[in-house]
């Protein structure tokens, strides 16, 4: 017998089901009295009791028999004066919670089959992601491909915005060697099925038509036509639906995919600080020992290039607090990831609620970017209620971000000047908040 396995003595009688699941983890020996547990051989891990038949004197003649091994009492009611080496567990509350697991995981193995079938006849895949791909969205993306068994020529991850920037990003997909493919609109015809992770149809505007799927944590946005939907928006990160899926499907979770999707569930929860709740703590406890927490620790190191140090003080140099908002305008830049870095920061002012960071993206764009602190939490809905008709915007409840063409911007203040913008986005933003906050209090 091996040194290290476990084994478990039950004295009473036993839930069936109680038995199976400690089968799993060892050896289980079963008796009805106390003599034949006092006659059993070798150690025990752990001794259970049945409440039943607890006493006192049981409980030290086995302490003295095997005085190095626990023992629990199947019940939650504390004896009136328990042995300090005994403690009491309320096993059935642990099969129902375990029952109530295997039920969800059954449930999510059933639309997993239906996720399938939805793209099983399909030859070329797109699985598309919003413009600016962060952890999260990648991290799914490379998650859904190894659920639908594909590979890189049969399943295309892309998107259709710029060139990544932002360096925690690029670091991911360099260190992690993640394909990501930047297309155009043409090249949306080349595909015969699409699936959207981490982002919904309304995003595009008009140009998508008709998807396949979509598998998204963030609020449904509007009616759509999609074969297969599941917009879960009670989760934190997108990468915990996958995590879910994946473990339903009993699939095998690589190092590789279980670094990406830990850093996505990082990332889009702020460490489990922003959003989480215990489906995103449960997949994050899954995913850690399996990941790679040296090559984690190279992606959230990445480096910022020097030349864009001047950025972050011209941008501090411009900043304002209206009402316990933060604002601050960074100006023109060339790489968007300068923008939520701001807001990031502002939101670590002492005293304020809000942060709102803005700046103009390749003298095309108006990017926005909003956090607020944990107990207010409509950041998301607030930009899609302020800017969804001249742009695209929305977000998480604590994170939100829109973008907006700078000719929809000249038609409300008249023009692109960085004074009127900063006038505009202060009085809309102030007002907005003011009301939201009259509103959930």
């Known amino acids: 017998m091996e040194a290290n396995l476990k084994r478990y003595l039950f004295l009473g009688e036993f839930d069936s089901i109680l038995l199976g699941f400690f089968s799993k983890r060892g050896e289980v020996i079963w008796v009805s009295s106390l003599d034949e547990a006092l006659n059993q051989t070798g150690n025990f891990t752990l001794i259970i009791v049945d409440s039943n038949i607890f ?4 409980s030290s003649n ?3 028999h095997y005085p190095q091994t626990p023992i629990l009492v199947s019940n939650g009611d504390k004896h009136t004066d328990p042995p300090p080496y005994v403690r009491f567990v309320k096993f059935e509350e642990i099969i129902d919670t375990q029952i109530m697991k295997e039920e969800k995981l059954a449930r ?10 939805t793209h099983e006849k399909s030859k070329k895949l797109l699985i598309l992601l919003h413009d600016h791909p962060d952890p999260d969205s990648i991290a799914s993306a490379l998650a859904l491909r ?6 890189k020529q049969t399943a295309v991850i892309g998107h259709l915005g710029e060139k990544i920037s932002r360096p925690e990003n690029v670091a991911m997909i360099e260190i992690l060697d993640i394909d990501l493919h930047e297309l155009v609109p043409e090249d949306l015809k080349e595909y015969d099925s699409i699936s959207m992770v981490d982002v919904q149809p309304p995003y595009f505007g008009d140009l998508i038509e008709r998807v396949d799927s979509v598998i998204d944590h963030h609020p449904q946005v509007s009616k759509y036509e999609a074969d297969f939907q599941d917009i879960s928006s009670e989760e934190g990160a997108t990468s915990t639906i996958m995590t879910s899926y994946l473990r339903s499907a009993q699939v095998e979770i690589s190092e590789r995919l279980s670094t990406a999707l830990l850093y996505g569930i990082r990332t889009d929860t702020v460490v489990l600080n922003r959003d989480a709740n215990a489906d995103d703590i449960e997949a994050f406890t899954f995913l850690y020992p399996n990941a790679n927490l040296g090559l984690l620790r190279r992606i959230e190191r990445a480096e910022i290039p020097s030349t864009e140090i001047k950025c972050f003080g011209q941008a ?8 316990n908002i933060f604002f601050v305008n960074v100006g023109r830049v060339k790489r968007e990831y300068l923008i939520p870095k701001m807001a990031d920061f502002g939101i670590q002012v002492k005293g304020i609620e809000w942060s709102v960071a803005f700046g103009i993206l390749s003298k095309t764009h108006l990017v926005i970017s909003i956090r607020n602190v944990g107990y207010v939490k409509s950041a998301g809905r607030l930009m ?9 915007a929305g977000g998480h409840r604590s994170a939100g971000k829109a973008v907006i063409p700078l000719s929809q911007v000249r038609k409300i203040v008249g023009s692109g000047s960085q004074d009127k913008i900063k006038k505009w986005l202060t009085k809309v933003i102030s007002v907005a908040v003011v009301e939201k906050n009259g509103n959930e209090n």
């Open 146 to 151: 190894t659920l639908l068994k594909r590979n």
């Open 55 to 58: 006493k006192t004197k049981l």
């Open 384 to 392: 899609r209620e302020l800017f969804n008709e001249i742009g695209s």
């Open 62 to 64: 086995l302490r003295t």
């Open 108 to 117: 999510t193995e059933l639309k997993v089959e239906e996720l399938r079938k």
């Open 316 to 323: 501090l140099a411009d900043h304002w607090i209206e009402k």
